[in-house]
Each structure stands twice: as structure tokens, then as C-alpha cells.
């Protein structure tokens, strides 16, 4: 079974700073691993994913995220952020194996301030 | 990116009542559509798999007979939630997937805000 942990419900940031949002994964194998942005009562934008290949994975809107495998870890990160980057992201991962389900962590919501 | 189009974005209803929610793949054949429900605060619970052509996979503690997902054609699944109660009150999404495989991306709708008074 696979599963994510998202540390920090709540992160909140000054306009400008590092946005460093927290990702471990749990899985018997090495996953394909996802970060996706929801805005209010909206559904979900993929922001990037890893499957294989280079662990530096670039996304849209200036986001980047890690693969760390022997930290079990996905985290996202952008150098400055931004208000309109204010919303709830979610990991996710799914199993390389086969299968399409994706597993969601319980989210982290991204506050920005002035 | 591909487009998820789901309706309607919210929608109350009576208790007892059923409702029907639809998911639509705008510009793409989806083989796979997903059902996921979204409680405050929490992360998304993903209620059941559609294939076009067969029955729904649920996942554990759903209720088939309570959910009734339909996946008839290519571009379009369809969540009717029957004897609707307000326990039922949540945020639905789904999302679609143009192949099989688990690097492929699922593409999400916009979700479908249901109040059941």
C-alpha cells in the first residue's frame, strides 16, 4: 500500500519569500509522484509530476520539486512567491506498477502575505 | 492542457431527492474517469473508477447502490447520487485519464459544490 503525508496544513509565507511545501511518500516501490494546486471550489491543475528520469522536476508557475529517494520525499518549492499563489495544493502519487489511482496527501494550504 | 468539463458547479436539492452529476472530456476520448469526493478540509477520497463500456470499481465503504456512476461513452461519466441526505452534502470531482497507465495525466473537472437540505 502507498501512501502520503503532506507536513504542515497550514504554511504561510510573505510575498517574496521561499515557498517550501512538505511531501514524504510511503511505497513499496518507487511511485510517479504529483503535486496539483486547487483553488477555491475549483478542481484540481497539475503543477508537475516525476515519473522517471531527472529527480529535478520544473512545473508551471515558477514551481520546482525535488525526488529524493532515499528521503522518500517530493517537496515543492519556488523561489518567490507570489499572492495569486495563495490556494490548498496536494501531493499525490501513484504506483509505477500499474494501476491509475492516485493517493492524495490531506493537503497544505499556502497562505501569502504582504 | 486537455479540458474536464463537470456539471452542473453546484447544485442544492431535498432530501430524498437524486441528482445527477456529469463529467465531460471536451477534447479528448477519456477510457478512464474517476469519482472523487472532497470533504472541508480534508483531501480528496476517490469514490470509484469508471472504464467506458463496464461497471464502476468502487473502493471500500462506498456504496454502489447509493452512487450510481455511469461511464457510457468515451467523453462522458455520469455520478447520480440517489436518496440524496444530507450527510451527502460535500464537494464532488472528477477527473479523466485519455489512456491507461499510471504516467498518463488525469485531468480534473471543476468540481460540483452538492447541498442537500
Known sequence: ?114 | GAVVSQHPSRVICKSGTSVKIECRSLDFQATTMFWYRQFPKKSLMLMATSNEGSKATYEQGVEKDKFLINHASLTLSTLTVTSAHPEDSSFYICSARERTGPKTEAFFGQGTRLTVV
Open chain 1, 1 to 114: 500500500a502507498q501512501s502520503v503525508t503532506q507536513l504542515g496544513s497550514h504554511v504561510s509565507v510573505s510575498e517574496g519569500a521561499l515557498v517550501l511545501l512538505r511531501c514524504n511518500y510511503s511505497s513499496s516501490v518507487p511511485p510517479y509522484l504529483f503535486w496539483y494546486v486547487q483553488y477555491p471550489n475549483q478542481g484540481l491543475q497539475l503543477l508537475l509530476k516525476y515519473t522517471t528520469g531527472a529527480t529535478l522536476v520544473k512545473g508551471i508557475n515558477g514551481f520546482e520539486a525535488e525526488f529524493k529517494k532515499s528521503e522518500t520525499s517530493f517537496h515543492l518549492t519556488k523561489p518567490s512567491a507570489h499572492m495569486s499563489d495563495a490556494a490548498e495544493y496536494f501531493c499525490a502519487v501513484t504506483p509505477t506498477g500499474g494501476g491509475n489511482k492516485l493517493t492524495f496527501g490531506t493537503g497544505t494550504q499556502l497562505k501569502v502575505e504582504l
